[in-house]
Structures are given as structure tokens and as C-alpha cells.
């Protein structure tokens, strides 16, 4: 790596440790691109490049994380969707079911006794939402979109 594409890397972890930190406040791509001392365009395809997500994106699975373990620990729905950040209970609810696979009162009220019983190193790792959309699903089950076209969902 170059002096230049080191320094461009350390800038990009300013504004992810900024996201990490920050989450539960406003955060915009501007914010975030003030951190990393690159504009908001740049910022974006830079993050994406290194990342592998949007920084939107890396916000959005932080809250979900972040509102999956208060969910786990009793919450409510609500009471998760405030304390993470999010201002719209709908919004926050289709992007929980998109990352996570299931609805939070679904996520919620399932059973968690193994990630109780982990050290909670262990367990942010274990937990870490992945995006549902980048995960291939089985063969013999249609996906959301096929769902959606052949009526199956309904």
C-alpha cells in the first residue's frame, strides 16, 4: 500500500469508528465524509470500496445490531427503535426485517438462552446481522421477490 492509500484508510476509519460511536444520533453521509476529510461523493465510493457497504448501509446494520440486543433483553420494539436512532417505527421495522429475516416482535420474543450463556464478545460476533439480500437462498425456496410475483406470500 502506498503512503497516500494508508492515510486514505486510517481517514475511512475515523468515520466508521464515528458511525460505531455515533449511532444512535443523526448521521449523514456529509457527517460522516467531514470525518474521513473527504467529500460526501468520494466518501461514499471509497467506503463501499473498502467496506464492502454503503456507509448508510453500515449505520443501518450498527442500529439493527445494536436494537437486536436491546430486543433480546426485554425491550420494546419502540423503546429499541428510539434508543437506536431511528425516528420511524415502519422504516425501522422493514429495514430489521430486511437485515435480520424476521419481524423484531418475531426476533424479540424467540428464545435466546445460547447467546445468554456466551461472553458477549462472542456473542456481537455471533449476532452481527448480515443482510438477508446477500445471503443465497435455498434452491427449493422462492425468494421474496418470486414470492411476490406468484402471489405465494399472500
Known amino acids: 500500500?502506498?503512503?497516500?492509500?494508508?492515510?486514505?484508510?486510517?481517514?475511512?476509519?475515523?468515520?466508521?469508528?464515528?458511525?460505531?460511536?455515533?449511532?444512535?444520533?443523526?448521521?449523514?453521509?456529509p457527517t460522516m465524509?467531514?470525518?474521513?476529510?473527504?467529500?460526501?461523493?468520494?466518501?461514499?465510493?471509497r467506503f463501499r470500496?473498502?467496506?464492502?457497504?454503503?456507509p448508510y448501509n453500515h449505520l443501518m446494520?450498527?442500529?439493527?445490531?445494536?436494537?437486536?440486543?436491546?430486543?433480546?433483553?426485554?425491550s420494546s420494539v419502540t423503546d429499541?427503535?428510539?434508543?437506536?436512532?431511528?425516528?420511524?417505527l415502519g422504516s425501522f421495522s422493514s429495514r430489521f426485517t430486511e437485515v435480520v429475516g424476521e419481524t423484531p416482535s418475531v426476533y424479540?420474543?424467540?428464545?435466546h438462552s445460547a447467546v445468554a450463556a456466551?461472553?458477549?464478545?462472542?456473542?456481537?460476533?455471533?449476532?452481527?446481522?448480515?443482510r438477508a439480500a446477500a445471503q443465497p437462498h435455498a434452491p427449493d425456496r422462492p425468494s421474496r421477490i418470486e414470492e411476490a410475483l406468484t402471489g405465494a406470500a399472500a
Open 49 to 54: 470500496a473498502t467496506y464492502g457497504e454503503t
Open 61 to 74: 446494520t450498527r442500529r439493527i445490531e445494536r436494537a437486536m440486543a436491546l430486543l433480546r433483553s426485554g
Open 1 to 29: 500500500m502506498t503512503p497516500q492509500e494508508l492515510e486514505n484508510l486510517a481517514h475511512l476509519r475515523r468515520a466508521r469508528d464515528l458511525i460505531d460511536r455515533e449511532y444512535a444520533h443523526p448521521l449523514d453521509v
Open 80 to 88: 429499541a427503535c428510539m434508543a437506536v436512532g431511528c425516528t420511524s
Open 118 to 130: 456466551m461472553p458477549s464478545c462472542v456473542a456481537k460476533t455471533h449476532t452481527r446481522p448480515r
Open 108 to 111: 424479540r420474543d424467540r428464545t
Open 33 to 45: 465524509a467531514r470525518a474521513a476529510l473527504m467529500s460526501p461523493a468520494h466518501f461514499s465510493r
